[in-house]
């Protein structure tokens, strides 16, 4: 049974190890990862003796051809168990510029930064040369978001493999593809639903180590839950008319100017829940559907925006985004009114009216009328659609939301609408807002039920922070990053499932969410990591005394636990007042 101190070695041992491979999200170099972990696997003496016990799942028609890694250790009475995830997909090097040769060489990344602020041959802000001279900082790609997460789950689990007297389970995955679409986590889910029948397990609690911020140097945090996002996709279609006849139709380069007016950093539709609240939405892409020149006006214009949840359902959110389509669309006719008027007026013509109405609607609702107007036609150009876009998106030529946008031109070009319109739709990826506290607070108070058993468990990791290790933590319910705990808990109705599908093109085999199997196995989450800095930054770094002695010390309390031990009974490989 390891030390603190042998621990902590460890831990940076396999940190290193682990950060000098890169892998660059949605690259081929996530495979390398693969390596990596087959290593550790064949040099764990547990896994040696049990190879059953881990391995490389690939995700089903990944085009890149990546694997969840996952390694189980069972102790005595082994049927609960404890979940350990991080994702092991990084930032690319680029930002690095003449350094990017150390940037997955930490130590030696590290002692080079130091030197060139000692010396002033560098300008640091001041925090990063504060950082660098103290000596309690780690530099480099990976160290912080997420390998170094990562390397404590890999030596704690090596820990609890060696102890006799370990009760429960302890079950580790690595996953790809976080910082993209978390197609690791979403692909892990069937996993976990066959490890947990082929061995037996009853799942507790699943615990994620991505890093925090913080806004007091002194204070950590704990999250109870994670933030959800929506990509909405806003599509505008006018009418075409010669510039020199502008009245004869409609711009939507207006009509989308007067919607992202209404919606980009609009206060009113930021969430606010227990204290926390999202940031406003923005805007991440708009463009005019034109391929070429001419002096026409486009006939459509499409953009998505970035937005995220803590309560509200895709569904819901649509909603409020119709009504705000809906005013932007009223007021862009009335505009043209006004303008029409008064150039018939300047002209010496008599008033008329222009043709225009309010129109906004759903991709759903749009699939509904294309089925009905153009019924197998279609449904054949739809499903060759398909095909064609999945082949170009595992390519990588097209991009999920402009592939949504091509499935929306699609659906109302065989609708039979032919008036001026705006269609709402989402665009993958879609994380859903998860919170252990709000789960607990409606679920049915049950002997059995993990989240009234966990009651407590973001407490009572505070209070030990506070009394074994000297440090403060605030409980944060929701992590702002965004992470893969979003796929552990499904405890909204099938009705808000079904209604999600619908109002997503691509859903099917371009990008789906096991919804249902994730509902059977919706387990309770928290979120504790080491404290770093500016994430996907040349400056990114951890803080060594959370990698090597805080963190360990508190995902070992929070697997005692989660397994429902005695504080000292065999929950961990060491004592509390040891880290």
Same mark, same amino acid.
């Given at each position: 049974?390891?030390?603190?101190? /042998?621990?902590?070695?460890?831990?940076?041992?396999?940190?290193?190890?682990?950060?000098?491979?890169?892998?660059?999200?949605?690259?081929?170099?996530?495979?390398?990862?693969?390596?990596?972990?087959?290593?550790?696997?064949?040099?764990?003496?547990?896994?040696?003796?049990?190879?059953?016990?881990?391995?490389?799942?690939?995700?089903?028609?990944?085009?890149?051809?990546?694997?969840?890694?996952?390694?189980?250790?069972?102790? @005595? #009475?082994?049927?609960?168990?404890?979940?350990?995830?991080?994702?092991?997909?990084?930032?690319?090097?680029?930002?690095?510029?003449?350094?990017?040769?150390?940037?997955?060489?930490?130590?030696?990344?590290?002692?080079?930064? *130091?030197?060139?602020?000692?010396?002033?041959?560098?300008?640091?802000?001041?925090?990063?040369?504060?950082?660098?001279?103290?000596?309690?900082?780690?530099?480099?790609?990976?160290?912080?978001?997420?390998?170094?997460?990562?390397?404590?789950?890999?030596?704690?689990?090596?820990?609890?493999?060696?102890?006799?007297?370990?009760?429960?389970?302890?079950?580790?995955?690595?996953?790809?593809?976080?910082? /993209?679409?978390?197609?690791?986590?979403?692909?892990?889910?069937?996993?976990?639903?066959?490890?947990?029948?082929?061995? &037996?397990?009853?799942?507790?609690?699943?615990?994620?180590?991505?890093?925090?911020?913080?806004?007091?140097?002194?204070?950590?945090?704990?999250?109870?839950?994670?933030?959800?996002?929506?990509?909405?996709?806003?599509?505008?279609?006018?009418?075409?008319?010669?510039?020199?006849?502008?009245?004869?139709?409609?711009?939507?380069? %207006?009509?989308?100017?007067?919607?992202?007016?209404?919606?980009?950093?609009?206060?009113? %539709?930021?969430?606010?829940?227990?204290?926390?609240?999202?940031?406003?939405?923005?805007?991440?892409?708009?463009?005019?559907?034109?391929?070429?020149?001419?002096?026409?006006?486009?006939?459509?214009?499409?953009?998505?925006?970035?937005?995220?949840?803590?309560?509200?359902?895709?569904?819901?959110?649509? #909603?409020?985004?119709?009504?705000?389509?809906?005013?932007?669309? &009223?007021?862009?006719?009335?505009?043209?009114?006004?303008?029409?008027? @008064?150039?018939? +007026?300047?002209?010496?013509?008599?008033?008329?009216? %222009?043709?225009?109405?309010?129109?906004?609607?759903?991709?759903?609702?749009?699939?509904?009328?294309?089925?009905?107007?153009?019924?197998?036609?279609?449904?054949?150009?739809?499903?060759?659609?398909?095909?064609?876009?999945?082949?170009?998106?595992?390519?990588?030529?097209?991009?999920?939301?402009?592939?949504?946008?091509?499935?929306?031109?699609?659906?109302?070009?065989?609708?039979?609408?032919?008036?001026?319109?705006?269609?709402?739709?989402?665009?993958?990826?879609?994380?859903?807002?998860?919170?252990?506290?709000?789960?607990?607070?409606?679920?049915?108070?049950?002997?059995?039920?993990?989240? +009234?058993?966990?009651?407590?468990?973001?407490?009572? %990791?505070? +209070?030990?922070?506070?009394?074994?290790?000297?440090?403060?933590?605030?409980?944060?319910?929701?992590?702002?990053?965004?992470?893969?705990?979003?796929?552990?808990?499904?405890?909204?109705?099938?009705?808000?499932?079904?209604?999600?599908?619908?109002?997503?093109?691509?859903?099917?085999?371009?990008?789906?969410?096991?919804? @249902?199997?994730?509902?059977?196995?919706?387990?309770?989450?928290?979120?504790?990591?080491?404290?770093?800095?500016?994430?996907?930054?040349?400056?990114?770094?951890?803080?060594?005394?959370?990698?090597?002695?805080?963190?360990?010390?508190?995902?070992?309390?929070?697997?005692?636990?989660?397994?429902?031990?005695?504080?000292?009974?065999?929950?961990?490989?060491?004592?509390?007042?040891? *880290?």
């Amino acid at each position: 049974m390891p030390d603190s101190q /042998n621990l902590a070695r460890r831990i940076r041992s396999l940190l290193e190890a682990f950060v000098q491979v890169p892998s660059h999200t949605g690259t081929s170099l996530e495979t390398d990862v693969d390596g990596f972990y087959q290593a550790w696997f064949d040099g764990t003496p547990y896994f040696r003796k049990h190879p059953d016990h881990c391995g490389l799942h690939p995700l089903p028609g990944d085009p890149l051809g990546r694997s969840v890694a996952w390694a189980l250790v069972r102790g @005595e #009475e082994p049927t609960p168990t404890v979940i350990l995830i991080h994702h092991y997909d990084t930032a690319d090097v680029e930002d690095y510029g003449v350094l990017r040769a150390m940037a997955h060489d930490p130590a030696t990344l590290t002692d080079r930064l *130091a030197a060139l602020a000692a010396s002033g041959q560098a300008d640091f802000p001041p925090e990063v040369a504060a950082d660098l001279a103290s000596g309690d900082w780690l530099f480099g790609r990976g160290t912080c978001d997420m390998k170094g997460g990562g390397a404590i789950e890999l030596a704690l689990l090596e820990a609890y493999a060696d102890r006799e007297d370990f009760r429960g389970s302890l079950l580790v995955l690595g996953l790809p593809d976080e910082e /993209n679409l978390s197609a690791g986590m979403r692909g892990a889910i069937p996993l976990l639903h066959r490890l947990k029948e082929r061995f &037996g397990l009853d799942y507790r609690l699943m615990l994620n180590t991505e890093p925090h911020m913080r806004t007091e140097p002194a204070t950590g945090a704990i999250y109870e839950g994670s933030m959800g996002k929506i990509m909405p996709v806003v599509y505008a279609r006018g009418a075409a008319a010669h510039a020199g006849q502008v009245f004869n139709g409609l711009n939507p380069i %207006l009509l989308m100017a007067e919607i992202v007016k209404r919606t980009e950093l609009n206060p009113a %539709l930021m969430e606010v829940s227990g204290g926390e609240a999202t940031l406003p939405p923005t805007w991440l892409y708009l463009k005019d559907r034109k391929d070429y020149y001419d002096v026409s006006l486009p006939l459509a214009v499409a953009g998505y925006l970035n937005v995220l949840t803590l309560e509200a359902s895709p569904q819901a959110y649509l #909603e409020r985004l119709r009504g705000l389509c809906a005013e932007a669309f &009223g007021a862009v006719i009335r505009q043209m009114e006004e303008s029409f008027r @008064e150039y018939r +007026r300047l002209a010496g013509l008599a008033p008329a009216r %222009l043709p225009w109405r309010v129109d906004v609607r759903t991709y759903e609702e749009v699939e509904r009328e294309a089925d009905r107007h153009a019924g197998a036609a279609y449904a054949a150009a739809k499903a060759a659609r398909r095909a064609e876009l999945q082949a170009e998106i595992a390519a990588g030529s097209v991009s999920l939301a402009e592939a949504s946008v091509g499935l929306v031109e699609l659906a109302l070009k065989h609708s039979g609408i032919d008036t001026p319109v705006v269609v709402l739709a989402l665009s993958p990826p879609y994380y859903p807002s998860v919170s252990s506290r709000q789960v607990r607070s409606r679920r049915p108070s049950s002997g059995t039920d993990s989240f +009234r058993s966990l009651a407590s468990l973001a407490e009572d %990791l505070r +209070r030990f922070a506070q009394a074994e290790l000297g440090q403060d933590y605030t409980l944060v319910e929701y992590f702002s990053g965004l992470s893969d705990l979003s796929y552990a808990i499904c405890d909204f109705e099938p009705s808000v499932m079904d209604a999600t599908r619908a109002v997503m093109p691509l859903w099917g085999e371009s990008y789906s969410i096991p919804f @249902e199997q994730i509902r059977e196995l919706s387990v309770p989450v928290i979120n504790v990591g080491p404290w770093g800095k500016d994430f996907h930054k040349k400056t990114e770094r951890v803080y060594l005394p959370d990698l090597l002695q805080r963190t360990p010390a508190l995902v070992q309390e929070a697997i005692r636990l989660g397994l429902a031990q005695p504080a000292g009974d065999g929950a961990g490989p060491l004592e509390s007042g040891e *880290a």
